[in-house]
Protein backbone atom coordinates (compact mmCIF):
# COMPACT_ATOMS: atom_id res chain seq x y z
CA UNK A 1 0.00 0.00 0.00
CA UNK A 2 0.95 3.57 -0.88
CA UNK A 3 -0.06 6.58 0.65
CA UNK A 4 1.10 10.01 -0.48
CA UNK A 5 0.17 12.93 1.86
CA UNK A 6 0.37 16.17 3.15
CA UNK A 7 -0.97 15.51 5.94
CA UNK A 8 0.57 14.03 9.49
CA UNK A 9 0.15 10.20 9.89
CA UNK A 10 -0.40 7.81 12.72
CA UNK A 11 2.68 5.23 12.82
CA UNK A 12 0.73 3.64 15.70
CA UNK A 13 -2.06 2.95 13.81
CA UNK A 14 -0.50 1.97 10.66
CA UNK A 15 1.19 -0.64 12.62
CA UNK A 16 -1.71 -1.72 14.28
CA UNK A 17 -3.29 -2.67 10.94
CA UNK A 18 -0.84 -3.80 9.20
CA UNK A 19 -0.41 -6.19 11.92
CA UNK A 20 -4.15 -7.15 11.84
CA UNK A 21 -4.00 -7.58 8.17
CA UNK A 22 -1.06 -10.17 8.01
CA UNK A 23 -2.12 -11.61 11.71
CA UNK A 24 -1.18 -15.30 11.36
CA UNK A 25 1.43 -14.93 8.04
CA UNK A 26 3.94 -12.54 9.76
CA UNK A 27 6.57 -12.77 12.29
CA UNK A 28 8.07 -10.04 11.81
CA UNK A 29 7.33 -6.76 11.18
CA UNK A 30 10.00 -3.92 10.37
CA UNK A 31 9.59 -0.23 10.33
CA UNK A 32 11.70 2.80 9.26
CA UNK A 33 10.43 6.34 10.21
CA UNK A 34 12.53 9.73 8.97
CA UNK A 35 11.81 12.59 10.36
CA UNK A 36 13.03 16.43 9.81
CA UNK A 37 16.30 17.43 11.29
CA UNK A 38 19.11 19.50 11.36
CA UNK A 39 20.32 19.58 7.74
CA UNK A 40 22.40 22.71 7.71
CA UNK A 41 25.88 21.93 10.11
CA UNK A 42 26.07 25.77 11.18
CA UNK A 43 22.77 27.04 11.50
CA UNK A 44 19.10 25.71 12.56
CA UNK A 45 16.52 24.46 10.78
CA UNK A 46 13.49 26.39 10.91
CA UNK A 47 11.47 24.37 8.43
CA UNK A 48 11.09 22.09 5.24
CA UNK A 49 9.34 22.42 2.26
CA UNK A 50 8.93 18.85 0.10
CA UNK A 51 7.79 19.43 -3.03
CA UNK A 52 6.35 16.83 -5.66
CA UNK A 53 5.22 15.23 -8.81
CA UNK A 54 1.53 14.25 -7.99
CA UNK A 55 0.68 10.89 -9.65
CA UNK A 56 4.67 9.90 -10.54
CA UNK A 57 5.64 9.71 -6.98
CA UNK A 58 2.55 7.30 -6.12
CA UNK A 59 3.56 4.99 -9.71
CA UNK A 60 7.22 5.17 -8.52
CA UNK A 61 6.70 4.20 -5.12
CA UNK A 62 4.50 1.71 -5.98
CA UNK A 63 6.79 0.41 -8.51
CA UNK A 64 9.54 -0.05 -5.20
CA UNK A 65 7.37 -1.48 -3.21
CA UNK A 66 6.21 -4.81 -6.18
CA UNK A 67 10.21 -4.73 -6.66
CA UNK A 68 10.22 -5.38 -2.83
CA UNK A 69 7.71 -7.85 -2.57
CA UNK A 70 8.70 -9.76 -5.45
CA UNK A 71 12.21 -9.96 -4.65
CA UNK A 72 12.06 -10.94 -0.52
CA UNK A 73 9.58 -13.32 1.01
CA UNK A 74 7.39 -10.44 2.41
CA UNK A 75 3.74 -10.69 2.79
CA UNK A 76 3.18 -7.02 2.56
CA UNK A 77 4.94 -4.04 2.03
CA UNK A 78 3.48 -0.11 3.34
CA UNK A 79 4.92 3.06 2.38
CA UNK A 80 3.64 6.68 3.15
CA UNK A 81 5.49 9.89 2.03
CA UNK A 82 4.39 13.74 2.92
CA UNK A 83 4.74 16.42 1.06
CA UNK A 84 4.41 20.43 2.04
CA UNK A 85 5.57 22.43 4.37
CA UNK A 86 7.08 20.22 7.60
CA UNK A 87 8.81 21.39 10.71
CA UNK A 88 11.40 20.05 12.43
CA UNK A 89 11.12 16.85 14.35
CA UNK A 90 8.00 15.89 11.80
CA UNK A 91 7.61 12.94 10.28
CA UNK A 92 8.39 12.72 6.55
CA UNK A 93 7.77 9.04 5.35
CA UNK A 94 7.35 5.79 7.14
CA UNK A 95 8.21 2.12 5.46
CA UNK A 96 6.62 -0.74 7.36
CA UNK A 97 7.43 -4.31 6.19
CA UNK A 98 5.64 -7.65 7.41
CA UNK A 99 7.18 -11.23 6.94
CA UNK A 100 7.39 -14.58 7.88
CA UNK A 101 11.05 -13.82 9.14
CA UNK A 102 13.07 -11.13 10.38
CA UNK A 103 15.99 -11.24 7.65
CA UNK A 104 13.30 -11.09 4.81
CA UNK A 105 11.89 -7.68 6.24
CA UNK A 106 14.93 -6.08 6.92
CA UNK A 107 16.28 -6.19 3.59
CA UNK A 108 13.29 -5.09 2.17
CA UNK A 109 12.60 -2.06 4.00
CA UNK A 110 16.10 -1.18 3.61
CA UNK A 111 15.92 -1.54 0.17
CA UNK A 112 12.56 0.22 -0.41
CA UNK A 113 13.75 3.33 1.56
CA UNK A 114 17.43 3.30 -0.40
CA UNK A 115 15.31 3.27 -3.58
CA UNK A 116 12.64 5.91 -2.65
CA UNK A 117 15.16 8.17 -1.49
CA UNK A 118 16.83 8.13 -5.13
CA UNK A 119 14.00 7.53 -7.55
CA UNK A 120 10.33 8.96 -5.36
CA UNK A 121 10.23 12.46 -7.38
CA UNK A 122 10.34 15.02 -4.03
CA UNK A 123 12.24 17.68 -3.55
CA UNK A 124 13.29 19.50 0.10
CA UNK A 125 13.72 23.05 0.04
CA UNK A 126 15.13 23.99 3.39
CA UNK A 127 14.37 27.00 5.53
CA UNK A 128 17.10 28.11 8.14
CA UNK A 129 16.26 29.89 10.92
CA UNK A 130 18.03 33.43 9.28
CA UNK A 131 15.46 32.50 6.65
CA UNK A 132 17.82 31.98 3.98
CA UNK A 133 16.33 29.25 1.56
CA UNK A 134 17.87 26.43 -0.28
CA UNK A 135 17.20 23.50 -1.96
CA UNK A 136 18.79 20.29 -1.07
CA UNK A 137 21.07 18.48 -2.98
CA UNK A 138 21.00 14.50 -3.35
CA UNK A 139 24.20 12.99 -1.51
CA UNK A 140 26.12 10.87 -3.60
CA UNK A 141 26.21 8.13 -0.80
CA UNK A 142 22.43 7.87 -1.30
CA UNK A 143 22.98 7.19 -5.06
CA UNK A 144 25.79 4.98 -4.34
CA UNK A 145 23.73 2.70 -1.92
CA UNK A 146 20.98 2.41 -4.22
CA UNK A 147 23.23 1.73 -7.01
CA UNK A 148 24.60 -1.34 -4.50
CA UNK A 149 21.11 -3.10 -4.61
CA UNK A 150 20.93 -3.34 -8.48
CA UNK A 151 24.37 -5.52 -8.06
CA UNK A 152 24.05 -9.06 -8.59
CA UNK B 1 -0.51 9.54 -28.01
CA UNK B 2 -0.01 12.05 -30.63
CA UNK B 3 0.08 15.59 -31.38
CA UNK B 4 2.40 18.42 -32.30
CA UNK B 5 3.85 19.54 -29.25
CA UNK B 6 5.12 17.90 -25.77
CA UNK B 7 3.48 18.85 -22.41
CA UNK B 8 6.69 20.29 -20.39
CA UNK B 9 6.48 20.13 -16.47
CA UNK B 10 9.09 21.92 -14.42
CA UNK B 11 10.06 21.26 -10.78
CA UNK B 12 11.58 22.49 -8.28
CA UNK B 13 14.53 24.52 -8.02
CA UNK B 14 14.42 24.14 -12.03
CA UNK B 15 10.45 25.66 -12.17
CA UNK B 16 11.97 28.57 -9.78
CA UNK B 17 14.92 29.46 -12.38
CA UNK B 18 12.71 28.83 -15.45
CA UNK B 19 9.49 31.16 -13.44
CA UNK B 20 7.30 29.01 -15.18
CA UNK B 21 5.96 25.26 -14.13
CA UNK B 22 4.16 23.88 -17.00
CA UNK B 23 4.48 24.89 -20.78
CA UNK B 24 3.80 23.50 -23.87
CA UNK B 25 6.84 22.94 -26.35
CA UNK B 26 5.81 22.44 -30.17
CA UNK B 27 8.12 19.01 -30.95
CA UNK B 28 7.12 17.81 -34.87
CA UNK B 29 8.61 14.60 -34.61
CA UNK B 30 10.96 12.56 -32.19
CA UNK B 31 13.87 13.45 -30.29
CA UNK B 32 16.60 12.63 -28.27
CA UNK B 33 16.40 13.71 -24.00
CA UNK B 34 20.01 15.19 -24.49
CA UNK B 35 19.17 17.11 -27.81
CA UNK B 36 16.05 18.34 -26.12
CA UNK B 37 17.40 19.60 -22.97
CA UNK B 38 19.85 21.37 -25.21
CA UNK B 39 17.15 23.34 -26.96
CA UNK B 40 15.72 23.93 -23.18
CA UNK B 41 19.60 25.69 -22.35
CA UNK B 42 18.80 27.79 -25.29
CA UNK B 43 15.74 28.87 -24.41
CA UNK B 44 16.59 29.15 -20.46
CA UNK B 45 20.58 29.82 -20.35
CA UNK B 46 20.30 29.75 -16.10
CA UNK B 47 19.79 26.63 -16.34
CA UNK B 48 23.31 25.86 -17.95
CA UNK B 49 24.90 23.33 -17.21
CA UNK B 50 21.52 21.33 -18.04
CA UNK B 51 23.05 17.62 -18.33
CA UNK B 52 22.79 17.34 -14.81
CA UNK B 53 19.56 17.45 -15.17
CA UNK B 54 17.02 14.33 -15.14
CA UNK B 55 14.21 13.56 -17.10
CA UNK B 56 10.88 11.85 -16.70
CA UNK B 57 8.38 11.34 -19.90
CA UNK B 58 4.73 10.72 -18.80
CA UNK B 59 6.28 9.91 -15.14
CA UNK B 60 8.59 7.38 -15.50
CA UNK B 61 12.85 8.11 -15.23
CA UNK B 62 14.30 8.22 -18.16
CA UNK B 63 17.95 8.21 -19.49
CA UNK B 64 19.46 11.05 -21.89
CA UNK B 65 19.54 8.91 -25.34
CA UNK B 66 15.48 8.08 -24.44
CA UNK B 67 13.58 9.08 -27.32
CA UNK B 68 11.07 11.89 -26.39
CA UNK B 69 7.76 12.02 -28.95
CA UNK B 70 5.08 14.53 -29.60
CA UNK B 71 2.12 14.35 -26.91
CA UNK B 72 4.47 12.98 -24.15
CA UNK B 73 4.70 14.66 -21.06
CA UNK B 74 8.36 15.51 -20.03
CA UNK B 75 9.23 16.22 -16.61
CA UNK B 76 12.82 18.27 -16.05
CA UNK B 77 13.98 18.30 -12.75
CA UNK B 78 16.90 17.78 -10.41
CA UNK B 79 18.02 14.68 -8.71
CA UNK B 80 15.44 14.03 -6.50
CA UNK B 81 15.84 14.64 -2.27
CA UNK B 82 12.46 12.36 -0.91
CA UNK B 83 12.96 10.36 1.93
Known amino acids: MVIVQQHDFDSAALVAQLRERTAGKAGALVTFTGYVRDYAPDQATQSLFLEHYPGMCEREITEICDTALSRWDVAEVLAVHRYGELHLKDQIVFVAVASAHRGQAFLACEYVIDALKTRAPFWKRETLAGGDRFWVQQREADAEKTEQWNQP | ?83
Open chain 2, 1 to 83: MSGTAINVLYFAQVAELTQVRQESWPLQGPISGADWLAQLEQRYPQLAPTRRLKLAVNQFHVRPDSVIQPGDEVAVFEPVTGG
